[in-house]
């Protein structure tokens, strides 16, 4: 269908449902020679995967990822990879109450339009589940990314709910279930507690952020760096909103205090978010996008059924009561991968341009493809 890669140079189509048999995606167009293993993959789609703490769907699926092709003796060969991961806590009875009905925010209304039928077990192919093999092929090109120019990708949670979080420290963002840059995370927990009891959801705010990134990833006009980074974010479930660097602030802003000034030993700011004229400036690419609340509720909700009678619709299944609680490794992914798209056009055609070093410290990273 159409819909389902992402990119051109590293191309990755995702395949599977929910509660099929299994989902996974094939990355076409991986450098050869990587070191690459099953572990390597894994490590990121443990921070996603589901029934990690009470404040998640329950649904038990280890996420296990199967190489099956593309690597030969722990190195890529530049040939298709191709990932698998077995779907293994199906419960699809649970949604055996809502199969002619549509849930309120939920994809199953534009998606019987769209196709004329449509498989409500876990949303089918509008489920988040599907988050899970971008995850897989992110692991990969952080790797490739890191390997070549030192970048380093890494979110965290800024606001749960009504929530503000106020960052703390990195050290504290994988030693919770939130990804949350603080040490205490309870005021966060009670919220959830009371939220589940309520049989309610609520969004999330998540920033994201890519050190080390060179100068010069990104091509005008349409293939802008920060352009692709909307796109990328826009396509992961729930995301109603993009921001990069300074982004809806930047309208109160005066030109003098949004125009990053330059020094020989840097940039003074970085209300560009690390982009300038679609074109990575060699500083942090910063990120943030909101979530919206799950739709799939235990909430009685107004709605009709396929004959356009009202219903009242109520939502049984095992559900993230915040999407957004797992949705960092996910947003993380997805700029890995816009950067190691752009990373491969820069190398194709501008692979011979040289320039001199303009700063002199490591403030910002001047360093070129």
Not at 3 to 8: I, L
Not at 14 to 28: K, L, R, T, Y
Not at 165 to 172: D, K, S, V
Not at 338 to 348: T, Y
């Amino acid at each position: 269908m159409p819909g389902s890669t992402f990119g051109t140079l590293f191309a990755v189509t995702n395949f599977g449902e929910s509660h099929g048999p299994a989902i996974g995606c094939v990355i076409d167009g991986c450098p050869p020679g990587l070191s690459l293993s099953e572990a390597d993959i894994q490590i990121d789609l443990n921070r996603r995967r589901p029934g990690t703490s009470r404040h998640v769907t329950q649904r038990q699926e280890a996420d296990q990822v199967e190489i099956l092709s593309g690597v030969f003796e722990g190195q890529t060969t530049g040939t298709p990879i191709a990932l698998l991961i077995r779907n293994t806590d199906q419960r699809s009875k649970d949604y055996a109450n809502i199969l002619d009905t549509f849930r309120p925010g939920h994809a199953d209304y534009t998606y019987w339009h769209k196709y004329g039928l449509r498989d409500p077990r876990g949303g089918g192919r509008s489920s988040a589940r599907l988050t899970a093999p971008m995850v897989a092929a992110g692991a990969v090109a952080k790797k490739w990314l890191h390997q070549h120019y030192g970048t380093v990708i890494r979110g965290y949670m800024a606001a749960l709910g009504e929530l503000p979080i106020h960052f703390e420290a990195w050290e504290h963002v994988e030693c919770n279930a939130f990804f949350a840059p603080i040490a205490d995370v309870s005021s966060l927990e009670n919220y959830m507690d009371q939220l589940r009891k309520a049989g309610d959801s609520c969004g999330a705010k998540i920033n994201i952020v890519a050190d080390q990134v060179p100068v010069g990833l990104g091509t005008p006009l349409f293939d802008k760096l920060d352009a692709q980074i909307a796109y990328a974010m826009m396509g992961i479930n729930a995301v109603k909103g993009v921001e990069i660097g300074a982004g809806f602030g930047s309208v109160v802003q005066q030109g003098s205090t949004h125009g990053d000034e330059i020094t020989p030993e840097g940039f003074r700011s970085n209300n560009a978010g690390g982009v300038l004229g679609g074109i990575s400036t060699g500083q942090p690419i910063t990120v943030s996008i909101a979530i919206k609340p799950t739709s799939s509720i235990r909430s009685p909700r107004h709605s009709i059924d396929r004959a356009g009678n009202p219903v009242i619709v109520e939502t049984f299944g095992r559900h993230d009561p915040c999407v957004g609680i797992r949705a960092t490794p996910i947003a993380e992914a997805m700029l890995a991968l816009v950067l190691m798209e752009q990373a491969l056009w820069q190398r194709a055609q501008c692979a011979d341009v040289q320039v001199s070093q303009l700063f002199t410290t490591s403030s910002s990273n001047n360093k070129t493809v």
